[in-house]
């Protein structure tokens, strides 16, 4: 394995990726390293037998200030840390995005939760972690949701 000074996380602001957020802090303080959070959202699109509805350039908007907000609000818990975090938010599928935005930064590692769902609502919520580990290029740190 490379040499880590980059590691890129994946977040989508749920508890398990702060938990992630976390897990990686603490590993990038053992190594020296710094942090990429990453956030890839997509417009909403909804499709009609007549045609499809796409978000309005309104909601987009407040889609990415509220992304805009929730990274920044991640980073500043973590201010305390030795680590620097810098921050990205990206439109596009989130696994392609986690990926490039890792080849981009010269990152050794991606951390990214999981919430370890089975069976249907695997199925039918598709899996960014399983998506991520398939495509990438570099080690993939997954995280479990914590134990109780």
Known sequence: MKDVRNIVVAT??????EHALDEAVELAEKLGAKIT???SYEIPIYGFPDGI???SAEVTG?????????LADAAERHKSSAVSITSVLRMG???DEISA????????LIVIGTHGRRGISRALLGSVAERVIRTATLPVLVVHRAAP
């Open 12 to 17: 989508d602001f749920s508890d398990l990726a």
């Open 37 to 39: 959070l990453v956030h």
């Open 53 to 55: 509805l796409v978000a």
């Open 62 to 70: 407040q889609i990415q200030t509220a992304s805009q907000k929730q």
């Open 93 to 95: 599928a989130p696994w």
């Open 101 to 108: 935005v890792a080849a981009e930064t010269g990152a050794g």
